[in-house]
């Protein structure tokens, strides 16, 4: 009892947690409570555990005198450095209730895009699977009920035919060490990926995959401008909110990028003119997108620039699911067909086989 109650508390909050978190905090906030009260009142409401536990810490913190921000860094595991660093600002220029709300509608925002594109993935993984299921199915059951048809006629099978047979039965015979190297695989690629070259690697390939790359491109570039909009608009300078945010992509292709920017933006040049100077040929940072963050530097008009882009990019990121969507009907049809075209091969062929020995 007392390990599940463990693994239970160790829970980290969703997005949904947290936007919901500050969002009760900013109304609160506005209605004239005070940051203590509202985090006891709001521990009755968090239904996970863990985050709760951290509430009721993060309210002793404040208690004892210090700052919401200050007392947020206590807890790293939970609050992220963009979140501390909004509220930081956010209490710095006294506008704390509207960073509150702008850091929620963010998160939202941000949990609704990566819900939709999961979405959108979960369907063609499934036809996918199915696909594979089927295959094996029909290697492992179907063909070895046909094969002593043929082999009993003495006759030497067509090319198509002694392939399927030949694959069935190493499948069939190897199938426990198939699975063991499929296994062994899988391991050895979760443990490169979670190093730094192979994080590095797998975001390089995520990126220049046809189809998904675009995906996520689009979703990285929506992401980046929300971020930037939620700093920059409460207040944080420049640099940090472009530090902040490059660490937020959790992607190490545009965070290595980002800190190029950042090098040339601290020695006093544009955010466009760093962005253009170190993607020279607009492989991550597209024309338009770079187009609209020069309105927002030449204009100051942070608020509605970043709010356009950010919706532009998630029209983009709709538009390229539906298009990833659209051709993987096509694709699963056509690698089912291959494999149809050579089980009717393999079949037919050793049937007229046999047949031309009885007549």
């Known amino acids: ?213 675009t995906v996520y491109k689009n979703y990285i570039l929506s992401t980046l401008s929300l971020s930037l909009w939620n700093l920059i608009g409460s207040g944080v300078p420049v640099v940090k909110s472009l530090t902040l945010t490059s660490k937020s992509l959790n992607n190490v292709v545009y965070e290595s990028i980002l800190q190029e920017v950042i090098i040339s933006v601290s020695w006093g040049n544009k955010i466009v003119d760093s962005m253009e100077q170190v993607d020279e040929h607009h492989e991550y940072f597209p024309q338009d997108f770079l187009q609209m963050l020069s309105v927002w530097e030449k204009t100051a008009s942070l608020e509605k620039v970043s709010k356009k882009i950010n919706e532009q990019y998630t029209r983009e990121v709709n538009y390229s699911l539906q298009n990833l969507t659209k051709w993987i009907e096509p694709l699963a049809i056509l690698i089912a067909g291959v494999f149809v075209i050579w089980f009717a091969f393999a079949i037919f062929g050793a049937i007229l086989k046999v047949t031309q020995t009885v007549w």
């Open 1 to 213: 009892m007392e390990s599940r109650n463990i693994s239970f508390l160790s829970r980290k909050p969703s997005l949904v947690d947290k936007y919901n978190f500050y969002e009760y905090v900013s109304v609160m906030l506005d209605g004239g409570v005070t940051i203590s009260e509202i985090l006891e009142s709001v521990q009755i409401k968090v239904k996970n555990e863990y985050f709760r536990e951290k509430i009721v810490q993060l309210q002793t913190f404040v208690s004892s005198g210090d700052s919401f921000s200050k007392s947020m860094k206590k807890l790293p595991q939970i609050f992220a450095g963009s979140e501390v660093s909004i509220i930081e600002a956010g209490e710095a220029t006294g506008k704390l209730a509207w960073s509150l709300s702008s850091l929620s509608e963010n998160m939202r925002k941000s949990y609704e895009l990566r819900r939709k594109v999961k979405s959108a993935l979960t369907y063609p993984s499934i036809i996918f699977l199915f696909l594979f299921v089927s295959v094996i199915i029909v290697l492992t059951y179907v063909i070895p009920s046909i094969t002593p048809l043929f082999e009993t006629a003495e006759v030497e099978l067509p090319v198509a035919t002694q392939a399927l047979v030949a694959t069935s039965d190493f499948i069939r015979f190897n199938f426990g060490a198939l699975i063991l190297v499929l296994a062994a695989a899988g391991v050895l690629l979760f443990w490169y990926k979670n190093t730094e070259k192979g994080k590095a690697n797998f975001d390089y390939m995520y990126l220049w995959l046809p189809l998904v790359g």
